[in-house]
Each structure stands twice: as C-alpha cells, then as structure tokens.
C-alpha cells in the first residue's frame, strides 16, 4: 500500500488532501505543527513536524512513498516559509513529491496572461519570490508542481491534469475548488504521470 505524507495538514487544502487520500484506501501521515489539530481517522498517522526544524521533517516522512504538499503561508509566518518547507522535503529524500503552486508565478506566467502577473505582483509581491523558489527546489528534485488559480471552497468537480503547455490562456485564471485540486494532487501522487514538471488543471 502507498503511504502519503501530507504536509501542512491543518490548512484548508491540507485538510481535504487528508480526507481525498484516506477515501482511496491510502494510508496517510499527516504533518503538522499542532498534531491534536488533525482529527483521527482510521489508517492515518498524524506526527508533529516543522518546516523550520528538517530533521522534525525527515522524521515524520520515514517510510512513506510520496509527499504531498498544501502548505500555505499564513499571515505572520515568516519570510520565506515555502522555500524552508521545500528544502525540508528535499532533504528528507522522500521518493516522490507533489506541490502546489500558484498560476501566474514562474513558469506559468504567460498561460495566466499579463493582468494576472501583474495582479499577483501588487497582491502577492512579498510572497512572489519565495513562490517561485519553492517551486524551483521542489521541480530540480524531480518533484511534480501544480499551479491552481484562485482557490475557492465546494465540492470536487471534474479535472484533468495537464502538462503547463496545455493550458489554456485567459485573461483571468479560473478559480478551482480545494477539493477538485486536493482530489488532482492525490491522483498524480498514485500514477506520478508528471514528475519534474510544472502541471495544471483543466
């Protein structure tokens, strides 16, 4: 059986990756900073684990195959908390890694269309750089990341994962519920169709 590591776990898409893994038999570790945040289900193991602490990070993924990320930068984290949470990945050789990413950032910039990268520079010019070398740690480790747009709540919808090449060009990215993407994520994690690749849902 896979064993999937999910890291940051109590976050929203965190949350639903947890549920869309246990649902299709996997057994599931759950990382999280406060593990009695995490509610208990059975075939999931839930470890406490920091991305500012690697060795907190290599501990809690021994054993497993696959990571799959829904780490999210919280107002009051501190500067570069996607980049420490990928170096941690990295360097705690798990097998396989799927991330998420954010459409219009790095290599998915011309498929979000010029409105889009500029938006994301005014809205998310702090964030942007730590973004974009999360990514960049995440894909030289062969990892698979995935560039969403905006994230919004409901329930899974129908979505195929596409090479970055595929999609389609907007003049705004669509939103995408945290199911549909917590859904994708858990299906790339079985088949690993795309590593090393930047990827997106269509």
């Known amino acids: 059986m896979i064993r999937v590591a999910v890291l940051g776990a109590t976050g929203a ?4 990756m947890v ?7 996997l057994a599931v570790t759950a990382l999280a900073r406060d593990p009695a945040r995490v509610p208990d289900r059975p075939g999931l193991t839930v470890v406490a684990a920091d ?11 021994d054993g497993c195959d696959v990571l799959v990320s829904g780490l999210g930068v919280p107002k009051g984290s501190p500067p570069g908390t996607l980049t420490l949470g990928a170096a941690a990945v990295v360097a705690a050789a798990v097998p396989r890694i799927v991330w998420l990413g954010a459409l219009g950032t790095g290599p998915s910039g011309p498929a979000a269309g010029a409105v889009t990268r500029a938006l994301l520079k005014v809205a998310m010019s702090a964030e942007l750089p730590d973004k974009v070398e999360a990514d960049t740690t995440i894909l030289a480790a062969g990892g698979t990341v995935l560039h969403v747009g905006p994230l919004v709540g409901g329930k899974a919808a129908a ?10 060009r907007r003049l705004f ?8 993407v917590a859904a994708a994520m858990v299906e790339e994690a079985v088949r690993n169709r795309y590593p090393g690749q930047v990827v997106t849902l269509v």
Do not use: K
């Open 159 to 168: 979505a195929r994962t596409v090479p970055l090449e595929q999609a389609p």
């Open 13 to 16: 898409t965190g949350r639903l």
């Open 51 to 61: 991305v500012g602490d690697p060795a907190s990070v290599a501990r809690a993924v």
């Open 19 to 25: 549920s869309a893994a246990l649902d299709r038999g």
């Open 173 to 180: 990215p669509s939103t995408v519920s945290r199911s549909t």
